[in-house]
């Protein structure tokens, strides 16, 4: 076990390299002056434009500059932005308020989507089966942001059962609906997988063999079947995590939440380099070890597969 952790370890270095230097190389390689903006309606004097290029490392080679921001990195330096915040300061205000949403999220699409893919699943051809193929297949049709604006206008405005908008603080009530809102789509994939994934175990050899042995329908299903149809909801659900934690920007946009999605969306927006490569940075390692605790999981729901 301990040797296949330190393996995975070593093999996200290569991963992590090689994903940030493209970040790296696509951020600072579009075209623009960063400094645009900055003096107000009137551009920037020469020498702040030459003092602030020497200072951001802008005239140096895109290789040195890759290479310097790795330097700082491994000593736990995520960077600079243009207007002198430390990257790492932003990160630890506005991460716990996204890694709560995108948490709650997961749970939303667990525990519905694998109880709607199982009622559907064991149910095959009847009403409930037609009505979660029917519902998800709606849900993952719709874009987020209409179910955003659509849900908080009803929810939120005129029922008044949860906040139109989310405060400083983030709280747990206040981020029930844009977590459900977030987790939306994957809810309708979970449960859409489980059910097809599921459907195939309840037809295997080893299920009839399990019930003809004694086993009551419903323990097959539970101990068996359900088991081994969840590998590769786990599977999505890790990956999924890391896509939620990036891609919260429509979420965070429309509820006003101030987290890491709405920071890089500002960066973006800013043409501030070192704020985009720092966050994608931090969301590439949580992206990697969630699919390690994944993998990790995978011995739990089926003792054959070991990690010796």
């Given at each position: 076990m301990y040797k296949y952790i330190l393996r995975r370890l070593l093999q996200m270095i290569p991963v992590l390299l090689g994903s940030t230097f493209i970040i790296f190389a696509m951020v600072f390689a579009l075209p623009g002056d960063p400094t645009a903006g900055m003096c107000g309606e009137r551009p920037c004097a020469p020498a702040f434009v030459a003092k602030?290029?020497?200072?951001?490392?802008?005239?140096?080679?895109?290789?040195?500059?890759?290479a310097?921001?790795?330097?700082?990195?491994?000593?736990?330096?995520?960077?600079t932005t243009f207007r002198d915040v430390k990257v790492s300061q932003e990160l630890e205000q506005r991460y716990p308020t996204t890694?709560?949403?995108?948490?709650?999220?997961v749970l939303f699409e667990t525990i519905i989507g694998v109880i709607a893919g199982v009622l559907a699943g064991i149910r095959k051809g009847k009403f409930m089966d037609n009505l979660v193929l029917v519902s998800t297949l709606m849900v993952i049709a719709i874009p987020i942001f209409v179910i955003g604006a659509t849900l908080q206008y009803y929810l939120g405005v005129r029922a008044k059962l949860f906040p139109v908008t989310v405060s400083p603080e983030a709280t747990f009530y206040e981020l029930l609906l844009p977590a459900f809102v977030l987790g939306s789509a994957s809810i309708a994939y979970v449960a859409r997988l489980t059910r097809t994934n599921l459907v195939?175990?309840?037809?295997?050899?080893?299920?009839?063999?399990?019930?003809?042995k004694g086993l009551t329908r419903?323990?097959?299903i539970g101990l068996h079947a359900l088991r081994n149809s969840l590998i590769p909801v786990v599977t999505f659900i890790g990956a999924d995590f890391g896509g939620l934690l990036g891609g919260a920007i429509v979420t965070e946009r429309i509820f006003n939440i101030q987290g890491v999605g709405g920071y890089l969306f500002t960066g973006i927006r800013n043409r501030d380099g070192v704020s985009v490569v720092g966050t994608v940075t931090v969301l590439v390692l949580v992206f990697l070890l969630v699919n390690l605790l994944v993998d990790l999981a995978y011995g739990v729901l089926d003792p054959r597969i070991s990690h010796d």
């Open positions: 602030f290029r020497a200072e951001h490392n802008l005239n140096d080679p895109l290789p040195t500059r890759y310097k921001y790795m330097g700082n990195l491994a000593q736990g330096d995520l960077g890694a709560k949403l995108a948490g709650m999220a195939e175990n309840l037809r295997a050899d080893y299920l009839r063999t399990a019930i003809a419903q323990r097959a």
